[in-house]
């Protein structure tokens, strides 16, 4: 089976603070993407990358970036953590091609920034 | 852009009851649809899928039928059980694109009672 491992369960940061995030996957996927979720407004889309170096803005890339080095790392970044980046922080990946529909993901990172 | 709409919980049930959640979309053109459901402290996990409509995605019990007259995807099971109880989120994703990027609805927490 496909993992996704996300590097941390809970995080407390500061605000101002520069937090990353850290995703694994092992199976070689081309797609990763950073979501994150709240209560009453599902998950939303931040950035995805479709291959190594590559990234596009989802919905809510305000006060975020990534980085994708290595085909089976995609790394979020909040250059300047704020409070209302409090959330549920959630990483996919996918293959490209047809069956690529199918998201796995990780558990998710609980950030609170103070 | 794209939409997902799913029905106001928290949803109540007891063991065997009949469950429906609704879904409703608004895309271009022929989206696929999805349901993923996420146990607790765990990442979300595909349930079940449809690609065209008419099309019944089906899994553990549940289904869910691709209705385009309506723009609906409704989630429905005859009978849950206590380990049914998670939460549900409807998901699409645009006809033509090959990032697999999928929209959410805002989930529906699902408590099923002994």
């Known amino acids: 089976d496909v993992k996704v491992t996300q590097s941390s369960r809970y995080l407390v940061k500061r605000t101002g603070e520069k937090v990353f995030l850290e995703c694994v996957q092992d199976?070689?996927?081309?797609?990763m993407f950073w979501y994150r979720q709240d209560p009453g407004l599902g998950l939303r889309l931040i950035y995805f990358?479709?291959?190594?170096?590559?990234?596009e803005k989802g919905d809510i890339p305000e006060g975020y970036s990534v980085s994708r080095e290595k085909k089976e790392r995609f790394s979020l970044i909040l250059e300047s953590a704020s409070t209302n980046q409090t959330s549920m922080y959630l990483c996919?990946?996918?293959?490209?091609?047809?069956?690529?529909?199918?998201?796995?993901f990780g558990s998710g990172t609980q950030l609170s920034v103070l | 852009g794209n939409s997902v709409t799913q029905m106001e919980g928290p949803v109540t049930l007891s063991e065997e009851a009949f469950l429906t959640i609704n879904c409703t979309y608004t895309a271009t053109g022929y989206p696929s649809l999805f349901w993923y459901v996420q146990y607790p402290g765990e990442g979300l996990q595909l349930l079940l899928k449809?690609?065209?409509?008419?099309d019944k995605g089906s899994n553990k019990g549940f289904e869910a039928t691709y209705r385009k007259e309506t723009t609906s995807f409704h989630l429905e099971k005859g009978s849950v059980q206590v380990s049914d109880s998670a939460v549900y989120f409807c998901?699409?994703?645009?006809?033509?694109?090959?990032?697999?990027?999928?929209?959410f609805g805002q989930g529906t927490i699902l408590t099923v009672h002994p």
């Open positions: 996919a990946s996918s293959l490209r091609g047809g069956t690529n529909e199918k998201l796995f």
């Open positions: 449809a690609t065209k409509a008419d």
């Open positions: 199976m070689d996927h081309e797609n």
């Open positions: 998901a699409l994703k645009q006809g033509g694109t090959s990032y697999g990027k999928l929209t």
């Open positions: 990358s479709y291959d190594v170096k590559m990234k």
